[in-house]
């Protein structure tokens, strides 16, 4: 008994067993898991392990306690009005201080609103005037969270925000910060997974039905594709209780189940009819299926998953739950192919599907074995046999075999054929090489600006370009400086005290080098107890200050100009050091409000430059015994992105050394997986290259769509999680053309007709496969946020290069060129078969003795 065989026995068996079991764990995931796995994911950063970053934060946290979260509320007035002086905005604005502290959930303390109206009413208008745009029409509440928030309280903050009962008009009033974020994205999600179900299934599900030419044979592939969803969501569901889970996660999971599970049922379909068609039982067909189209999809799925294994080799949970995602969708998908799809095959409904009663056959648009339309002429000549009657046979007619009509009509319509033609051509050296030629020379100018690919960790890249939260962001940058939402704090911490006269020796020195950088060219973007309201704050000023404390000039009942000055800065001065010294008394911070976007490109230079400067004032011996350390800002992303990329290109070298000893170890060669990783490496050239013309360089700027929009860019996230699939979907077409060539080839064929034949079968295949991974990536390119069309352009074009000019073009032409040398070392029989022998003249009945096609079946040489 083969493994075939014994594989196949048990749901032969039993059929309806193994499907009501689908069935049940169908229902029990639906029930809970996965329907809560999107909602469960996260896409904050965290610190990575011994990173600068890192280090910062638990500093900070041993001494101040955990950060708290933030969130930005805006309000504006009307043209021409004061924000100060509005009745209507103070109360919105202490209005939702309160509601902020009475709704927090499980907070050891309650939230702080920071504000102009909460410092005013403290006699602190000059540290008020920060939260006061220039224009005097916009101000902001600052609400810092000492606990984790919910989505839940995120909502609600932002329905009270939004409410016209508490803003009402003329005031606008907006809402933006992380955990914003992080609700648009999740909204983005969904808004994706709905377009992906209404819009993209049925266009791709279409395009498999014109391939298989059966309407009533398509209920396997959409059982599949439900129940692979189901149960990879639901499989992931607990993995989010585990690690953390990006929250774009199920949109790439949801497009590689489509293209994987659609395209293994292409495989699967396409050869059991094939195998029908030829008049083959339904128990040979099912076991011929998964012999042979079976086995390819194992290869090619086992392959994509170890490629996406290899994220996990990553610094970050968020790219290691891309890896498992796709990872479990690809595993989860061949599973169900290989198990539910023979299964059903097996009971009666499977029978029908296979073989229409006739009635069903003219009503569904599906015929007895349809592929590449050979099966439906061996019915229609079987039917007009059987309409002539015994007028056939008194003429000395000898009645045919299916198996011997099949032959004989796909022997002719292979050679009328596009692909036959087009592959005799490409077989022919004094055509495929300079093809060949062309084609590399056309890509290679493209190719080369692989190297220009500039990344970056710009939020607006992640983000809906149409959410609320982006938009309060923006708005924010314009007023009041883009690093207000994700200020930097410039941490001292001293063994002894944090506000000595040598402590403020060291904050002048340090924000004096600081100050030199773009990015914080002026005093104001900075705020401590040594500098303030861009003044540079001396230890004598500091003490008087807080000698004076915060009622500082309540005894003066009119004080004048200078007087207040002092009176204001008294004030502030002592507010501040009651929120940055610690308890202790042993470190304090600054906080640095940067005038560009920190995780702009520009922010994270500044970022570089800051850490630079510090190290060199520590060689220098300026620091003394103060510790200075860079918290918050875009130090935890950047540090993240950048151990990122230095792993990634070992991860580029493992992946593609697995991809060669795989391939070498499927197909017993070294030359099969030299052409494959030569091949791959020229369609992720070619691809990243016109991704950097596309997005960095503005190419297609002139559609004026916002999927190609010029930004300068590109995100950090679409190369990293690209590469495994690129590389995966290149093997899944390679194996499967590779397979059915060598397949051939071991039939006896020679070099030449292996590839002819191989191309035949599989060349509309592959086109149709190519056609349905596209269509599945694309809906990605209708997204709203940046980062998924990139990543959709990525995968869109490799799929269309590797579909349209690799597989069925360049790989041809090298098959062409290597000959018998294209499966070396690896034992090959005599070669008995050529093709070509039989292309002049009609193919006769009576020509079957030697056939056309298979090994009783052709040109014997």
């Not at 004048?560 to 050091?577: D, K, N, V, Y």
């Not at 799929?799 to 349209?804: G, N, P, R």
Request: one cysteine or more; proline letters at 4%; aromatic letters at 10%.
């Amino acid at each position: 008994m083969t493994l075939t065989e014994k594989f196949l026995k048990p749901i032969r068996s039993h059929p309806y067993l193994l499907i009501l079991g689908y069935f049940l764990v169908f229902l029990g995931c639906l029930s809970y898991p996965t329907t809560h796995f999107t909602s469960n994911t996260d896409s904050s950063f965290v610190a990575p392990t011994d990173s600068l970053s890192g280090t910062a934060q638990d500093v900070y946290e041993g001494i101040y306690g955990e950060a708290g979260k933030s969130i930005i509320v805006t309000v504006q007035v009307g043209e021409g009005e004061d924000v100060r002086v509005s009745e209507a905005a103070s109360t919105f604005s202490l209005n939702l201080a309160s509601w902020s502290q009475n709704h927090t959930e499980s907070c050891p303390t309650i939230s702080m609103a920071m504000s102009y109206y909460a410092l005013a009413a403290e006699g602190l208008t000059s540290l008020g005037e920060n939260y006061v745009s220039k224009d005097g029409t916009t101000t902001f509440t600052y609400i810092t969270y000492t606990c984790p928030i919910t989505n839940t309280y995120v909502s609600d903050l932002r329905e009270y925000v939004n409410s016209n009962t508490n803003c009402p008009s003329p005031l606008t009033c907006g809402s933006t910060g992380i955990e914003l974020f992080q609700i648009d994205i999740l909204e983005g999600v969904e808004s994706d997974l709905s377009r992906m179900d209404t819009t993209i299934l049925p266009l791709a599900l279409l395009t498999l039905a014109v391939v298989l030419g059966s309407l009533p044979i398509m209920i396997i592939p959409i059982i599949n594709i439900m129940v692979t969803v189901t149960f990879s969501f639901g499989i992931m569901y607990p993995v989010t209780l585990l690690m953390q889970v990006v929250s774009f996660t199920p949109s790439v999971m949801m497009s590689l189940i489509i293209a994987m599970s659609i395209d293994y049922s292409l495989f699967l379909l396409s050869r059991v009819q094939d195998e029908i068609a030829s008049g083959s039982s339904t128990n040979e067909s099912i076991s011929n299926m998964i012999e042979h189209a079976g086995h390819t999809i194992i290869a090619s799925g086992s392959t994509l998953c170890v490629c996406f294994t290899g994220m996990l080799f990553f610094p970050m949970d968020m790219l290691r739950s891309v890896g498992v995602g796709a990872t479990v969708s690809i595993l989860v998908a061949l599973f169900v192919n290989l198990t539910l799809t023979p299964a059903i095959l097996y009971t009666p409904v499977g029978e029908r599907l296979l073989r229409p009663i006739k009635c069903c056959s003219r009503l569904c648009c599906a015929e007895e074995g349809t592929t590449r339309g050979v099966g439906t002429l061996v019915q229609k000549e079987i039917e007009k046999e059987k309409n002539e009657g015994d007028e056939r046979l008194l003429s000395g007619f000898e009645p045919m075999s299916v198996q011997e009509r099949y032959d004989r009509i796909d022997a002719e319509l292979m050679y009328k054929s596009f692909w036959y033609k087009m592959a005799r051509v490409l077989l022919q050296p004094k055509y495929g090489v300079p093809i060949l030629l062309a084609c590399v020379g056309l890509m290679m100018p493209v190719c080369v600006h692989f190297a220009d690919l500039q990344t970056s960790i710009g939020f607006d890249l992640l983000l809906p370009s149409q959410s609320e939260s982006i938009e309060t962001f923006d708005d924010i940058g314009l007023l009041f400086g883009e690093g207000t939402l994700s200020p930097y704090k410039l941490l001292f911490d001293s063994s002894t005290s944090a506000t000595s006269p040598e402590a403020f020796g060291v904050m002048h020195e340090v924000i004096d080098e600081l100050v030199k950088l773009p990015a914080t060219n002026n005093l104001t973007s900075f705020a401590g107890i040594a500098y303030l309201g861009g003044t540079k704050i001396i230890h004598a000023e500091y003490v008087a200050g807080l000698d004076c404390g915060i009622d500082c000039g309540s005894n003066i009942p009119n004080p004048g100009p200078e007087e207040e000055l002092l009176i204001q800065a008294a004030r502030s001065l002592t507010a501040l050091s009651e929120n940055v010294n610690s308890p202790s008394g042993n470190a304090t911070f600054a906080t640095i409000i940067l005038n560009v976007d920190p995780f702009s490109n520009d922010g994270t230079q500044w970022l570089v430059d800051a850490r630079n400067s510090i190290d060199n004032l520590k060689d220098s011996g300026a620091l003394g015994n103060i510790k200075v350390y860079l918290c918050d800002g875009a130090g935890i992303e950047y540090d993240a992105v950048t151990q990122v990329y230095e792993v990634f290109p070992v991860l580029i070298t493992g992946t593609m050394l697995t991809v060669f000893v795989l391939m070498g170890v499927f197909f017993r060669s070294i030359i099969v997986p030299i052409r494959s990783v030569v091949s791959i490496a020229l369609t992720l050239m070619f691809v990243f290259g016109l991704t950097v013309l596309v997005y960095q360089d503005g190419a297609f700027e002139f559609m004026d769509l916002n999927c190609f929009s010029k930004t300068g860019y590109i995100s950090w996230l679409p190369p990293v999680m690209t590469f495994s699939i690129v590389v995966g979907l290149g093997l899944d077409y390679d194996v499967f053309l590779i397979s059915r060539v060598l397949e051939f080839r071991l039939d006896g064929y020679d070099a030449d007709s292996s590839v002819l034949a191989g191309i035949w079968k599989t060349g509309s295949v592959i086109t149709c496969a190519g056609i349905i991974m596209g269509l599945a990536f694309a809906g990605l390119l209708m997204s709203e946020e940046l980062l998924l069309n990139q990543t959709a352009f990525i995968l869109v074009v490799s799929v269309l290069v590797d579909t349209f000019i690799v597989r069925t073009v360049l790989v041809p032409i090298l098959l062409g060129i290597t000959k018998r040398q294209s499966w070396w070392p690896r034992a090959l029989p005599d070669e008995t078969v050529n093709l070509k022998n039989g292309e002049n003249g009609a193919v006769r009945a009576t020509d079957l003795d030697n056939g056309i096609l298979g090994k009783k079946d052709a040109e014997r040489v």
